[in-house]
């Protein structure tokens, strides 16, 4: 299934609460009135799904690798595949 397919359906809300968060600001990697504009056009061009793809995968590792291994070994979070 394309990317762009999956952003206009079940991914639509979960790409735009983990790019628009708190969190994902705070790093300030990213450019919030930049990913809304992503986020408003990228029905309109599959490869504005790529770019939100990319950034959310981003967001993602980042939060797994670089966030998990800087909290102590009590706050750690388990991730099931």
Do not use: V
């Amino acid at each position: 299934m394309p990317i762009s397919s999956l952003l206009n359906t079940e991914y639509e809300e979960f790409a735009k609460d983990i790019l628009l968060s708190q969190s994902t600001m705070n790093r300030g990697y990213f450019n919030k009135s930049y990913i809304e504009g992503l986020l408003r056009e990228q029905k309109k061009s599959c490869y504005k799904g790529r770019q939100i793809w990319m950034l959310l995968t981003f967001e993602l590792w980042h939060r797994m690798f670089i966030d998990e291994n800087n909290k102590s070994s009590d706050e750690k979070q388990i991730y099931i595949a």
